[in-house]
């Protein structure tokens, strides 16, 4: 366990770091321009006070929060990664297999439902609502992914279309259950190419995250098995 948690430390630094230049290099422009917008709106409102930390410290800020959260990440799926030794099948396989349930279940079905927003965007007085929201999508996304791996497990000896077919419905349903949910209760205030331009580098940073952290830890694995053999 205690190598496993390494491989996780080592796996999810690289997907965070990976995650994290690209952010800074591509969404982070976006940001600055979201934060000039709200900036603007609050000067127009009457609000003079400075941001508690500069925009080149919030960048630097962002690197070091995604690298983090990488690490924090790999750890879980390292875990998890242990629990699923006992299941025969390629390792490098099983790497990009976790590492898609993970991105399914932890960054799409939340982003699906409730995309992530720029500056400017949401009321402090609802923050606790829309917290509460996105966990309830986070859930929904971990039991659709477990049903999934359950199905897939269940059907293994049946035919490719048949088992496909079974998985891919219990992914639409997961997406589909989150829109019983209520919606986000704020406006939005934001131009619309700059919203989805943010939003999609959001996701776009997520998922560098799991494929960097996935694929490294693959590699762990089979190195240390090529060592052994």
Same mark, same amino acid.
């Given at each position: ?56 410290? $919030? ?22 990664? =242990? ?23 932890l960054t799409l079905v939340p982003f699906l439902r409730y995309p992530s927003n720029p ?9 606790? $609502?829309? +917290? ?5 999508? @986070?859930? =929904?996304?971990? =039991? ?6 359950? =199905?897939?497990? +269940? ?27 209520? +919606? ?29 952290? +996935?694929?490294?830890?693959? @590699? ?10």
């Amino acid at each position: 366990m205690l190598l496993a948690l390494r491989r996780g430390v080592v796996a999810g630094a690289v997907g965070g770091l990976l995650a994290g230049l690209f952010g800074f290099l591509l969404a982070e422009p976006v940001m600055d321009r979201a934060v000039r917008l709200e900036s603007a709106g609050r000067l127009v409102a009457g609000d003079h006070s400075a941001e508690a930390f500069s925009r080149h410290t $919030q960048h630097v800020g962002f690197v070091v929060a995604t690298l983090l959260t990488g690490v924090a990440l790999g750890v879980l799926y390292a875990v998890v990664a =242990v629990l699923l030794e006992r299941v025969p099948g390629d390792p490098w396989r099983r790497a990009w297999q976790l590492g898609g349930a993970a991105f399914f279940a932890l960054t799409l079905v939340p982003f699906l439902r409730y995309p992530s927003n720029p500056p400017g965007v949401g009321d402090s007085a609802t923050i606790d $609502q829309r +917290s509460r929201l996105y966990l309830v999508s @986070l859930l =929904v996304g971990l =039991v659709g992914a477990c049903t999934a791996a359950l =199905v897939s497990r +269940s059907l293994a000896d049946r035919a490719a279309p048949t088992r496909q077919l079974s998985i891919a419905g219990v992914l639409v349903a997961t997406v589909a259950l989150t829109f019983v949910l209520p +919606s986000d209760p704020d406006p939005l205030t934001v131009p619309a190419g700059l919203l989805w331009t943010f939003r999609l580098l959001s996701l776009g940073t997520l998922l560098l995250l799991w494929v960097g952290l +996935s694929a490294t830890y693959g @590699l762990l694995v089979l190195r240390a098995r090529r060592t052994a053999g």
